[in-house]
């Protein structure tokens, strides 16, 4: 039944150390988000995807990068985490910007040593 | 970005209802309110969304005031699984979902 798929669930790497999160779904929705949730905080867009279209948001750090192989895969990378960068991450999907019902995955949360 | 207001935390207890306000005074003609919320250690969930008239879903309802600038997510029988953090949010189809700091509902048994 699972419709959004985050893999791994906890992430622990090096201060320094590329890391990949992996986000994957069943939802044949065209448009993907990467979200960081730092604790205690709401969640912030870094940025989507509409198809294959790339938008970034404007205060989304360099060091964070993302990659959408076809529609049911999508991958952030961290090329360069910092210990600022400890925070879970969350990756949603919806068939239409704008309007429509978002569907979260249950998150990554990545620790950096 | 249009912004909404909402308190940071509320209590209720179990089995009574729960009205969770949103101020959103500057909302747009185009703009959706939505709510979701996020359970802890999971990833936010959608709860309902309106434009102008009230709604209800099996999770809630959504009364929307006439003028638009206020809203109020009811939960008419809250039990202890609906201790969350509830975002309301104001949606167009053009700009993506950006999450305010929401309201911390704690059920007491």
């Known amino acids: 039944d699972a419709m959004v798929i985050q893999n791994p669930r906890y992430q622990v790497t090096q201060f320094g150390k590329p890391v990949t999160l992996s986000c994957s779904q069943t939802l044949n929705h065209n448009v993907m988000y990467w979200y960081q949730q730092k604790s205690s905080q709401a969640p912030k867009l870094l940025f989507h995807?509409?198809?294959?279209?790339?938008?970034n948001e404007a205060d989304t750090p360099d060091n964070f990068q993302s990659r959408r192989p076809n529609t049911s895969f999508c991958f952030l990378d961290i090329r360069s985490p910092g210990l600022g960068d400890a925070a879970m991450y969350l990756c949603a999907t919806t068939s239409l910007r704008g309007y429509n019902e978002q569907f979260f995955g249950p998150g990554t949360r990545l620790t950096v040593l | 970005d249009a912004k909404t207001t909402q308190p940071n935390s509320m209590e209720s207890n179990e089995e009574e209802p729960v009205h969770l306000p949103c101020n959103h005074s500057t909302i747009s003609g185009t703009d959706y309110i939505h709510w979701y919320r996020q359970l802890p250690s999971q990833g936010p969930e959608y709860v309902i969304h309106?434009?102008?008239s009230n709604v209800n879903n099996r999770m809630a309802s959504l009364a929307i005031a006439e003028d638009r600038k206020s809203s109020t997510l009811i939960l008419h029988r809250a039990t202890l699984r609906d201790a969350a953090v509830y975002y309301c949010?104001?949606?167009?189809?053009?700009?993506?979902?950006?999450f305010g700091a929401g309201t911390r509902l704690t059920v007491k048994p």
């Open positions: 949010i104001l949606r167009d189809a053009i700009n993506d979902m950006r």
């Open positions: 309106g434009l102008t």
């Open positions: 995807y509409y198809d294959k279209d790339f938008n």
